[in-house]
């Protein structure tokens, strides 16, 4: 299941109904992952409160890790190709985040920076992007824009590297006039992802049900065996579920898991 939208409401809290019917599956003996765009230091707290154990999905798909770091999929940004995204990040004064496994990296501090912090509890590390790309991996990187700003910069540089990266676009719904770009290398997708995962647990993709609410989810439902489109999803993404469940802020995924697993 995806985080922000899916079982994170807008008052940045899981409903006591979603935690019961999560705790009940695990009580079953059913693996629950998170398949998410975020990092794997900002839904570490969550895999804590929620209990689960297990592999689960990061960085919409291009790492997939348990929470000690054992990993059994990653695929970063290549060297090169991040180096001509943070050329052009500082020549056309864009402003990229940039993720490791467990840092945050910006060019300069914004609104960007301070909403994470308070959303997330995750302090920037201001850097040279000059010299990021040979001193660190890079997993993902993000573009956020409000909806007042320009998309001008944003969408030429979509443009320009949109034959060699996956871009795609998500929201937080706490934050519901912040929108975010996901940057990935070429090919890496949730659904991908899964497959590891599907790998692990020596399970067909079949065997797999999935809950998520944004476009990021689209390669996640259509792959698997029962897809899930929450309430608050768009309509391109409620087209390939086979259900749509309720919205996040009236318990959807508990909603669903009570219908289809009880």
């Not at 997330?120 to 040979?134: H, K, L, M, N, W």
């Not at 998500?170 to 770009?181: D, E, L, M, N, R």
């Not at 259509?222 to 919205?247: F, R």
Request: glycine share 6%; aromatic share 8%.
């Amino acid at each position: 299941m995806d985080i922000d939208g899916t079982i994170i409401n807008q008052a940045n809290t899981i409903s006591a109904a979603d935690r019961e019917a999560l705790k009940q599956v695990s009580k079953a003996g059913i693996p629950v992952s998170l398949c998410t765009g975020r990092s794997f230091c900002t839904s570490l707290n969550l895999i804590r409160q929620l209990d689960l154990t297990g592999f689960h999905v990061f960085f919409d798909g291009a790492l997939v890790c348990n929470s000690s770091l054992k990993t059994l999929y990653s695929h970063p940004i290549p060297t090169d190709l991040l180096q001509s995204i943070c050329r052009s990040a500082i020549e056309q004064d864009i402003l990229i985040d940039l993720f490791t496994i467990e840092k945050y990296i910006v060019r300069r501090k914004s609104w960007r920076s301070q909403l994470r912090l308070e959303y997330f509890g995750i302090e920037a590390e201001v850097r040279d992007y000059s010299t990021v790309p040979i001193k660190e991996q890079i997993i993902k990187g993000t573009l956020a824009l409000k909806e007042s700003e320009n998309r001008q910069k944003v969408d030429k540089f979509i443009s320009t590297y949109a034959s060699f990266l996956d871009f795609s676009w998500s929201t937080i719904p706490a934050y519901p006039g912040c929108h975010f770009v996901n940057i990935l290398d070429k090919g890496v997708s949730k659904g991908k992802a899964v497959e590891a995962l599907a790998e692990h647990y020596n399970i067909g993709m079949d065997q797999i049900m999935a809950i998520g609410d944004g476009s990021n989810d689209i390669s996640l439902l259509s792959c698997i065996g029962t897809a899930v489109a929450m309430g608050n999803a768009p309509e391109e993404l409620k087209k390939i579920a086979d259900y749509v469940t309720l919205d996040v802020e009236h318990h959807g995924v508990s909603e669903i898991i009570r219908k289809l697993l009880f």
